[in-house]
């Protein structure tokens, strides 16, 4: 990018400049030129060099590397000598060599009975080439003691990814990006200069006819020879990985550079096997065999259109190359294609063979039929210079209509009103000269903008429009000052209904069936459990019946009562969840809150040929309490156990000091009230509560690209000591590495009287690097103390 245009901005100040134009900036990633940016290299003086004692081919030397006494390093490189200038890797380096899919790391060892201190390095163990004939000796007047990184000139670089929206085409290249910057930030923008360009000769003659016009408009191309085919070099094959193009060799590598570098798609054609010297553009009988670079035979359609030689095609035009036809290792000299093809031919072909590449993504979108000739100097350039060519053919450039710039008409007072502000009309001005769009036949009323073809989604004087106002900033436009709130529909921070139907299809979609009960219920019922309900009954003046004289205080009747309707029809596997009111008297006050219960009967897994059934536990209902209170973004919650007589078992989660959800096994007594002799798993949440602590604002974080390591304990501790205190005190004793802790088994035997044992999982998690073992262990050990002075556990091996 600052070879096309000059700026001084970091990266993330170019990704907010760019994202305000339009061009959402969707990550930045620093890339260094050589994996870990050799730190703990340096250059090093071989002081000493002696055969080794214990091994023919190893020598023991001393290297000075500017610390207060020199390193005694083993060495197996046969060309290492006292006197020599190299590079050492000191213990603690991380290097990356070429070809490896682990890094290497230096460490203190002996070899051979001599203690070594370090590593002398050759070229394939930096990771910066090929080479391990010997060691690098270095010429330099750089002191011992200086980073490698320094001497090698090694300086990180940034990629900026761009979430393109598909009409902006324009932007699919480094130099259509840089046109955006160039009208963000008022800098000149330059094409790679072409003037060097030149025919070397006319020994490989070519002719080309285009028999469709009108599927390309334009189709420009030249010979090359004296080609040698090979591999790229580094700054170029660099360039490339990091923007995630796979270097192949230096004649397609170039190809794809330019591509992304103008936004131009380009193909190499091998000279050698164009039939005839004769390149013909044209269509083919509709099934006619072709097969592509990826070894698939292709039945060709009639609206294909094909690059073809004086007998056989050779190319799907703007798509794909051909098996036969393309660059190999024996390719001396090639045809090099620069064209403007007609999206709505390429859009049809790619579409219908399933072929999506970087060349038919912009000539679908449309490119700029006036960047050929320039694309085709500027990569014959590069080639003469990387593979040795010669340009030896003049340039053929067919071109019988030109594409003609859109003329859009535009008024003033439509861009302010669209705007929403007047500007200044030489501002307006100034923004679209430097978005290459000129004026014509300007009045006190408007003018007539010229819009170059590259711009294809700038037709309508609302698209000149808003060019002008995502360069001036759509953060720059001040509310009016008369704006009110009036004009804006109301969008409340947060919609109960909308949070009450999401939270049921999450329910819906896990198995539970809604149900709607009467509010009364019958006396009786709540009587035994009055102290475990809030306030005082509220009963109906003008009942119609005994059975349904009071307002329900809990949601656990009405669920029994649907239960035991379902169970009398043999209907034993029941999910139920309902949003409901409860009713109370407090304080001479009534009261009415909302709450949502779930109730569980059954069969979590009912019995098929692959596993038995597998009745419900209390864990499958805590699960989808957990499930609801995370989709409300309640927060952590804390556990107390339920005394009570509504549960047999049951516990509390409470948010701060407040109640947020009762969950448990019903009591065998309170279910036989409702008349339901199964087993039932109950829970009543406080949806008012929940409404008022959910929040809109998500809190977000990246993804680690490090890996997670576990790591299992087997405790031994009393039998009182519940897994919330082990996982507490975990969290306590390493806040920073410790992301999850899980218990995965729990054992009470004859073997342990008043004892348990728990198997107990940590994930570790460092977002900023790996983990190195002796960091794993040195927490684990951290924790196996602290479990020991904490709960007297004994550890398991």
Same mark, same amino acid.
């Given at each position: 990018?600052?070879?096309?245009?000059?700026?001084?901005?970091?990266?993330?100040?170019?990704?907010?400049?760019?994202?305000?134009?339009?061009?959402?900036?969707?990550?930045?990633?620093?890339?260094?030129?050589?994996?870990?940016?050799?730190?703990? @290299? @340096?250059?090093?003086?071989?002081?000493?060099?002696?055969?080794?004692?214990?091994?023919?081919?190893?020598?023991?030397?001393?290297? +000075?590397?500017?610390?207060?006494?020199?390193?005694?390093?083993?060495?197996?490189?046969?060309?290492?000598?006292?006197?020599?200038?190299?590079?050492?890797?000191?213990?603690?380096?991380?290097?990356?060599?070429?070809?490896?899919?682990?890094?290497?790391?230096?460490?203190?060892?002996?070899?051979?009975?001599?203690? =070594?201190?370090?590593?002398?390095?050759?070229?394939?163990?930096?990771?910066?080439? =090929?080479?391990?004939?010997?060691?690098?000796?270095?010429?330099?007047?750089?002191?011992?003691?200086?980073?490698?990184?320094r001497y090698l000139d090694i300086r990180s670089d940034h990629t900026i990814e761009i979430g393109l929206t598909p009409n902006?085409?324009?932007?699919?290249?480094?130099?259509?990006?840089?046109?955006?910057?160039?009208?963000?930030?008022?800098?000149?923008?330059?094409?790679?200069?072409?003037?060097?360009?030149?025919?070397?000769?006319?020994?490989?003659?070519?002719? #080309?006819?285009?028999?469709?016009?009108?599927?390309?408009?334009?189709?420009?191309?030249?010979?090359?020879?004296?080609?040698? #085919?090979?591999?790229?070099?580094?700054?170029?094959?660099?360039?490339?990985? #990091?923007?995630?193009?796979?270097?192949?060799?230096?004649?397609?590598?170039?190809?794809?550079?330019?591509?992304?570098?103008?936004?131009?798609?380009?193909?190499?054609?091998?000279?050698?096997?164009?039939?005839?010297?004769?390149?013909?553009? %044209?269509?083919?009988?509709?099934?006619?065999?072709?097969?592509?670079?990826?070894?698939?035979?292709?039945?060709?359609?009639?609206?294909?259109?094909?690059?073809?030689?004086?007998?056989?095609?050779?190319?799907?035009?703007?798509?794909?190359?051909?098996?036969?036809?393309?660059?190999?290792?024996?390719?001396?000299?090639?045809?090099?294609?620069?064209?403007?093809?007609?999206?709505?031919?390429?859009?049809?072909?790619? /579409?219908?063979?399933?072929?999506?590449?970087?060349?038919?993504?912009?000539?679908?979108?449309?490119?700029?039929?006036?960047?050929?000739?320039?694309?085709?100097?500027?990569?014959?350039?590069?080639?003469?210079?990387?593979?040795?060519?010669?340009?030896?053919?003049?340039?053929? +450039?067919?071109?019988?209509?030109? @594409?003609?710039?859109?003329r859009v008409a535009v008024k003033y007072k439509n861009i302010d009103r669209l705007i929403g502000k007047k500007l200044d %009309?030489?501002?307006?001005?100034?923004?679209?000269?430097?978005?290459?769009?000129?004026?014509?036949?300007?009045?006190?009323?408007?003018?007539?903008?010229?819009?170059?073809? &590259? %711009?294809?989604?700038?037709?309508?004087?609302?698209?000149?429009?808003?060019?002008?106002?995502?360069?001036?900033?759509?953060?720059?436009?001040?509310?009016?000052?008369?704006?009110?709130?009036?004009?804006?529909?109301?969008?409340?921070?947060?919609?109960?209904?909308?949070?009450?139907?999401?939270?049921?299809?999450?329910?819906?979609?896990?198995?539970?069936?809604?149900?709607?009960?009467?509010?009364?219920?019958?006396?009786?019922?709540?009587?035994?459990?009055?102290?475990?309900?809030?306030?005082?009954?509220?009963?109906?003046?003008?009942?119609?019946?005994?059975?349904?004289?009071?307002?329900?205080?809990?949601?656990?009747?009405?669920?029994?009562?649907?239960?035991?309707?379902?169970?009398?029809?043999?209907?034993?596997?029941?999910?139920?969840?309902?949003?409901?009111?409860?009713?109370?008297? *407090?304080?001479?006050? &009534?009261?009415?809150?909302?709450?949502?219960?779930?109730?569980?009967?059954?069969?979590?897994?009912?019995?098929?040929?692959?596993?038995?059934?597998?009745?419900?536990?209390?864990?499958?209902?805590?699960?989808?309490?957990?499930?609801?209170?995370?989709?409300?973004?309640?927060?952590?919650?804390?556990?107390?156990? &339920? *005394?009570?007589?509504?549960?047999?078992?049951?516990?509390?989660?409470?948010?701060?000091?407040?109640?947020?959800?009762?969950?448990?096994?019903?009591?065998?007594?309170?279910?036989?009230?409702?008349? @339901?002799?199964?087993?039932?798993?109950?829970?009543?949440?406080?949806?008012?509560?929940?409404?008022?602590?959910?929040?809109?604002?998500? +809190?977000?974080?990246?993804?680690?690209?490090?890996?997670?390591?576990?790591?299992?304990?087997?405790?031994?501790?009393?039998?009182?000591?519940?897994?919330?205190?082990?996982?507490?005190?975990a969290y306590r004793t390493e806040k920073k590495l410790i992301k999850e802790v899980n218990v995965f088994d729990v054992y009470?035997?004859?073997?342990?009287?008043?004892?348990?044992?728990?198997?107990?999982?940590?994930?570790?998690?460092?977002?900023?690097?790996?983990?190195?073992? /002796?960091?794993?262990?040195?927490?684990?050990?951290?924790?196996?103390?602290?479990?020991?002075?904490?709960?007297?556990?004994?550890?398991?091996?």
């Amino acid at each position: 990018m600052q070879e096309l245009v000059k700026f001084d901005e970091s990266p993330e100040e170019l990704g907010r400049i760019l994202t305000g134009t339009g061009l959402e900036v969707e990550g930045i990633e620093e890339h260094e030129l050589i994996k870990g940016g050799l730190k703990e @290299v @340096v250059i090093g003086k071989v002081l000493t060099c002696e055969k080794h004692p214990n091994a023919d081919k190893l020598s023991v030397t001393t290297v +000075d590397v500017g610390e207060a006494a020199p390193l005694q390093i083993v060495c197996g490189a046969p060309n290492v000598a006292a006197g020599q200038t190299v590079l050492v890797a000191k213990v603690g380096a991380e290097l990356y060599p070429t070809g490896a899919s682990e890094p290497l790391k230096i460490k203190r060892a002996k070899i051979r009975g001599v203690e =070594s201190e370090g590593m002398i390095c050759a070229e394939d163990e930096l990771g910066i080439g =090929s080479s391990h004939a010997g060691i690098m000796v270095l010429e330099t007047e750089l002191p011992v003691g200086t980073p490698a990184a320094r001497y090698l000139d090694i300086r990180s670089d940034h990629t900026i990814e761009i979430g393109l929206t598909p009409n902006r085409a324009d932007a699919a290249s480094h130099y259509g990006v840089a046109r955006d910057l160039k009208a963000a930030l008022n800098k000149p923008v330059a094409l790679p200069s072409v003037e060097a360009f030149r025919v070397d000769n006319h020994d490989a003659p070519i002719h #080309v006819e285009v028999h469709v016009p009108e599927a390309a408009p334009r189709y420009s191309g030249i010979t090359m020879t004296g080609l040698r #085919v090979g591999e790229s070099p580094d700054w170029l094959k660099h360039r490339l990985e #990091v923007i995630g193009v796979r270097p192949i060799n230096n004649i397609v590598d170039i190809t794809n550079y330019v591509c992304h570098e103008l936004g131009q798609p380009l193909h190499a054609f091998d000279y050698q096997k164009i039939a005839g010297q004769r390149i013909v553009v %044209r269509t083919f009988e509709e099934g006619t065999g072709f097969k592509t670079l990826d070894g698939v035979s292709r039945k060709l359609r009639h609206f294909d259109l094909m690059i073809a030689d004086a007998e056989a095609p050779m190319c799907i035009a703007g798509v794909f190359g051909g098996e036969d036809s393309g660059v190999s290792d024996a390719t001396t000299s090639i045809f090099l294609e620069s064209a403007y093809f007609s999206p709505e031919w390429v859009r049809r072909t790619a /579409q219908h063979h399933g072929l999506k590449t970087d060349a038919s993504f912009r000539f679908e979108r449309g490119t700029d039929p006036n960047l050929p000739v320039v694309a085709l100097k500027r990569a014959a350039l590069l080639i003469a210079e990387i593979a040795g060519g010669k340009v030896s053919s003049e340039i053929i +450039d067919l071109y019988p209509n030109p @594409v003609e710039n859109f003329r859009v008409a535009v008024k003033y007072k439509n861009i302010d009103r669209l705007i929403g502000k007047k500007l200044d %009309r030489y501002a307006i001005q100034k923004i679209l000269f430097n978005l290459d769009i000129r004026y014509e036949i300007e009045n006190e009323e408007g003018f007539v903008a010229i819009v170059p073809p &590259y %711009r294809v989604d700038v037709q309508r004087e609302a698209d000149i429009i808003e060019e002008v106002l995502r360069i001036y900033g759509f953060d720059n436009v001040e509310l009016s000052e008369d704006l009110k709130s009036d004009y804006l529909s109301p969008f409340p921070s947060k919609d109960p209904d909308e949070l009450l139907l999401r939270t049921g299809g999450m329910l819906a979609a896990n198995g539970f069936n809604e149900i709607i009960n009467n509010s009364l219920v019958k006396p009786t019922l709540e009587a035994a459990l009055a102290d475990d309900l809030p306030g005082e009954e509220v009963k109906i003046l003008n009942y119609l019946s005994e059975d349904l004289s009071i307002l329900r205080r809990t949601l656990l009747f009405s669920a029994l009562e649907t239960v035991a309707h379902n169970l009398n029809r043999r209907q034993k596997n029941l999910k139920f969840f309902e949003f409901g009111k409860i009713y109370f008297k *407090e304080e001479a006050a &009534y009261r009415e809150k909302n709450r949502l219960s779930i109730v569980m009967t059954g069969n979590q897994i009912q019995e098929s040929w692959v596993a038995p059934a597998k009745a419900l536990a209390f864990h499958d209902l805590a699960l989808v309490v957990s499930n609801v209170l995370s989709l409300m973004r309640t927060g952590t919650v804390t556990a107390q156990k &339920y *005394e009570g007589k509504i549960f047999a078992q049951g516990i509390i989660w409470n948010s701060g000091n407040r109640e947020v959800a009762r969950l448990g096994l019903v009591s065998p007594e309170v279910a036989r009230t409702a008349g @339901v002799k199964s087993e039932v798993y109950f829970a009543e949440l406080d949806w008012d509560y929940l409404l008022k602590k959910y929040s809109s604002a998500v +809190d977000y974080r990246e993804v680690s690209r490090f890996p997670e390591v576990r790591r299992d304990l087997s405790l031994v501790v009393d039998k009182n000591v519940q897994f919330d205190a082990l996982e507490a005190l975990a969290y306590r004793t390493e806040k920073k590495l410790i992301k999850e802790v899980n218990v995965f088994d729990v054992y009470e035997g004859k073997n342990l009287e008043g004892k348990k044992a728990y198997a107990i999982s940590f994930t570790l998690l460092d977002d900023a690097r790996t983990l190195t073992d /002796q960091e794993i262990d040195r927490v684990m050990q951290k924790l196996m103390g602290a479990y020991e002075k904490e709960f007297g556990a004994i550890i398991r091996k």
